[in-house]
């Protein structure tokens, strides 16, 4: 599996902004469906707190692109693997890291493993109505990638419903209209 991880971290380091930025160590995550407004706000955050973005979709890309798996399945699991790799040894010197995904179907180990390693973290909840996450997907998908998006809906939601029953998130904010002094505010809290 090391040669899978050595593989990834070749092309997704570089891409990773703010390496080397000496910032007070936590790790940011998101619970939210896709179209939530998940990569929209690590973006802003990585900009704002100078933290490294670790997005899931581009090491996905990434072993996608260098056939290091065979199956979406497996893709989508090493994906996981990696992130927890990466959050056991972080190599780099910025302890302040994004995590660009949703934590809704891997929320139990991955909270468990900060917990372990004394990570502290910060969870974002996203919330969103499921006509507006459709709008989304219609303006930013081709129309069959979209339909199908629809199809899995319902799984998505159920995940995330699941997840907040299970999390205390640290804040919840509007997918639509987020209100980035409050997240602000709080972010600041807990870097303190």
Not at 17 to 22: D, G, I, P, R
Not at 83 to 103: A, G, M, Q
Not at 180 to 189: C, G
Request: glycine residues 2%; aromatic residues 8%; charged residues 40%.
């Amino acid at each position: 599996m090391k040669d899978k991880f050595d593989k990834i971290s070749k092309d997704l380091l570089p891409k990773l902004k703010y390496l080397s930025e000496n910032n007070k160590q936590l790790v940011i995550v998101f619970s939210g469906i896709p179209c939530s407004g998940k990569t929209y706000i690590a973006k802003i955050l990585e900009d704002k707190y100078k933290g490294v973005r670790v997005r899931s979709d581009d090491i996905m890309a990434i072993v996608s692109e260098n056939n290091i798996v065979d199956t979406i399945e497996e893709n989508e699991k090493i994906k996981k693997e990696y992130v927890y790799n990466l959050l056991e040894d972080i190599p780099f010197k910025n302890s302040l890291i994004i995590l660009d995904e949703s934590i809704d179907r891997t929320h139990k180990k991955l909270l468990s493993l900060l917990d372990s390693k004394t990570l502290n973290y910060f969870i974002i909840n996203l919330e969103i109505s499921k006509e507006d996450a459709i709008k989304r997907t219609k303006e930013r998908e081709p129309e069959e990638d979209w339909k199908n998006w629809v199809n899995r809906f319902e799984r998505w939601t159920k995940e995330h419903e699941d997840c907040l029953r299970n999390i205390k998130p640290d804040i919840t904010i509007d997918g639509m209209n987020p209100d980035l002094d409050k997240l602000y505010d709080e972010i600041e809290k807990k870097l303190k």
